[in-house]
């Protein structure tokens, strides 16, 4: 998480409106699809899962796709940055951050249930709480990435594609 700036903390206790098994059950979801690898058909169920998730809790989700050199040629990938409220990049203090696909392994199913399920079933159930602390939602932006996990092992090169294209993104334009 990145704090950019102290904010005044909202009245009442929001964390005893998080709901663990809510949590639980977005993970659930995302396991159910399958293994999330870049380009498959899970990581594009997930993705509309999230987006759905989010705007229910009237979040604005916007996808940031783009396209990189993997070990195992050009690959598309697509971020997904969720912001509350009309007010923009400008006032966001805080960046809440996952991802959301798997990694590749050609001799077992890997369903990604912890990495990274458990973050994002996070992240969606505090998006729900957050949004009903307005004022406190319309401070954070979501972000869940995709391609995190290296195609064969993680280096300069290969692994973190969403994250590091974001930063980029972020140096570049705010």
């Known amino acids: 998480m990145l704090a950019t700036s102290c904010a005044k903390a909202p009245s009442g206790k929001i964390w005893t409106q998080f709901s663990g098994d809510q949590a639980l059950a977005h993970v659930q979801r995302l396991v159910d699809f399958g293994p999330r690898t870049p380009g498959s058909e899970a990581i594009e169920k997930s993705r509309a899962y999230i987006k759905r998730e989010l705007q229910s809790s009237g979040w604005s989700v916007s996808e940031q796709a783009f396209t990189e050199n993997t070990p195992r040629g050009q690959v598309r990938f697509v971020n997904l940055i969720a912001r509350f409220g ?16 798997t990694k590749i ?9 912890n990495d990274a399920g458990s973050s994002t079933g996070l992240l969606l159930e505090l998006a729900r709480v957050l949004a009903r602390q ?8 979501l972000v869940f990435f995709d391609g995190e996990e290296a195609f064969e092992n993680f280096n300069d090169t290969d692994g973190i594609y969403g994250s590091r294209h974001f930063a980029h993104e972020l140096a570049q334009n705010g």
């Not at 009309?86 to 696909?101: E, P, Q």
């Not at 307005?134 to 932006?141: F, Q, R, S, T």
């Open 105 to 113: 392994f050609d001799t077992f199913r890997f369903v990604g249930a």
């Open 86 to 101: 009309a007010g923009g990049k400008a006032n966001k203090l805080f960046l809440l951050c996952s991802h959301y696909d």
């Open 134 to 141: 307005p004022d406190l939602a319309e401070k954070i932006e």
